[in-house]
């Protein structure tokens, strides 16, 4: 008997172990510039030198300042050649990968002024970027399928490139499966795979912003209401406790507020949110939703529109969730090539509403 438990035991660790190498093999997170390593929340950033060896280039040229509180916005290193950090990679699959930017003046570069370019693998990320004057990090996720991840510097003619820090890591796959439900993906979704993706907004519909240190992937949450077309439409709903969820697709916290639509009010319209994008690419809509409205099972139906277009007609989350409220489930949608700047976002009632007319998003 006690061996047999003593066995149990010890598979449980292996897979614990086995986990956490899978969510954090081939993790690459640096802190340009750095003389030494940096802790940021639980994450170790490397210093400058110890990331030297995945440079292609060997001038260095470090720079820094005081001027900030986030310290990884101390130093940066500057780019004045083309230059490629090239980092293994033992698992294939899709990586995020996030570039830090606070454009600061040190003795010898003013680094506002740089513009450059910036690709991965065969995606360029970014095109003729400048900084702006304030911080500001973008983040993609890329399919890796060889056995390294290349990504280029190339400066414009004339000007530099510079970076504060780097991350590279494995999104493991169960951001995608988890315990939410992903349902039939649109046509077109199979080319998501291969895509390489930016991050322009991830929202938390009526609750508030989440910082990297509250993500299991360290990934920022914006609060919903500057995107928020007419406030009074909606009331933002608190469940603490409610959800069931792993927080990987989403931390927890996105599910357990959201915002519903104000029964109090004599006319039931749609709430919708206006997002700034940029027309002539196709956006990757996911939306989160957890029913912590409901009392009882099937009492909500809803539609949910991009534009002018339905995508979501009569949803019932509780048959999404195969009958339980509380539970996570989300959805994922594929613009076409946007003609405009602005990407709208409605949930709203349904005609033949039987039960009172209602409509969430949590995310
Ligand atoms: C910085 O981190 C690297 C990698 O974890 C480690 O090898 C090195 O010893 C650390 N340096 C210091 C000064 O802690
Ligand atoms: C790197 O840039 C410097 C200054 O712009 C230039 O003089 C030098 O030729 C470049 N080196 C290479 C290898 O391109
Ligand atoms: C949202 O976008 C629509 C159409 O583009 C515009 O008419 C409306 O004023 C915008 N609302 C907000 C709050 O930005
Ligand atoms: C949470 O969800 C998981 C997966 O669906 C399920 O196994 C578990 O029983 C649920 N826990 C609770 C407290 O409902
Ligand atoms: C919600 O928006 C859609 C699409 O713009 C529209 O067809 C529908 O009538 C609206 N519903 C309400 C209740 O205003």
């Known amino acids: 008997m006690g061996y047999k438990d003593g066995l149990v035991s010890c598979i449980m660790v292996l897979c614990l172990v086995c986990l956490a190498y899978r969510v954090y093999a081939d993790s690459y997170l640096i802190d340009c510039g750095a003389t030494s390593n940096t802790t940021i ?8 030198r110890y990331a030297a060896k995945y440079l292609s ?20 290193r500057v780019f004045r050649n083309l230059t490629s950090y090239t980092f293994p990679i033992s698992q294939t699959g899709r990586y995020f990968i996030r570039f830090h ?15 450059f370019m910036v690709f991965a693998q065969q995606f360029k990320l970014l095109n003729e970027f400048s900084p702006p004057k304030v911080s500001v990090v973008k983040e993609y996720s890329v399919l890796v399928n060889t056995n390294r991840l290349t990504i280029l510097i190339v ?12 991350e590279v890591f494995l999104v493991p796959d ?21 895509m390489a993706l ?11 912003n989440i910082d990297f240190d509250g993500d299991k992937f360290w990934r920022s949450w914006i609060q919903d209401d500057r995107f928020l077309e007419q406030k009074d439409l909606s009331i933002d709903i608190h469940k603490y406790g409610a ?26 319209a749609n709430v919708s949110w206006n997002f700034s994008v940029n027309r002539g690419f196709q956006y990757s809509l996911r939306f989160h939703y957890c029913d912590i409205v409901s009392t009882s099972p099937d009492e909500l139906y809803f539609n949910v529109y991009v534009d002018s277009l339905m995508i979501s007609e009569d949803l019932d989350l509780t048959s999404l ?37 209602n409509a969430i998003l949590n995310g």
């Open 57 to 76: 280039t060997r001038p260095n040229i470090l720079v820094k300042t005081l001027s900030e509180n986030n310290l990884l916005y101390h130093t940066a």
């Open 41 to 48: 929340g639980n994450r170790v950033f490397l210093a400058d």
């Open 243 to 268: 959800a069931n969820s792993s927080g990987l697709v989403a931390p927890l916290v996105v599910y357990e507020s959201c915002r519903e639509l104000n029964s109090q009010n004599d006319i039931i």
């Open 198 to 208: 930016e991050t322009f907004y991830r929202v938390n519909m009526g609750g508030s």
């Open 155 to 166: 400066p414009t003619v004339n000007s530099i490139a510079f970076l504060n820090a780097i």
């Open 321 to 357: 969730a195969k009958g339980s409220l509380d539970t996570p489930v989300y959805l994922d949608y594929i613009t076409p090539e946007l003609t405009t700047n602005t990407l709208r976002v409605s949930i709203g009632p349904t005609a033949g509403a039987q039960n009172q007319p």
């Open 174 to 194: 169960s951001v995608t499966t988890d315990y939410a439900t992903l349902i039939n993906p649109l046509p077109g979704y199979k080319d998501l795979v291969t």
């Open 101 to 115: 930017f606070f454009p600061f003046t040190s003795k010898s570069y003013d680094l506002s002024s740089a513009k």
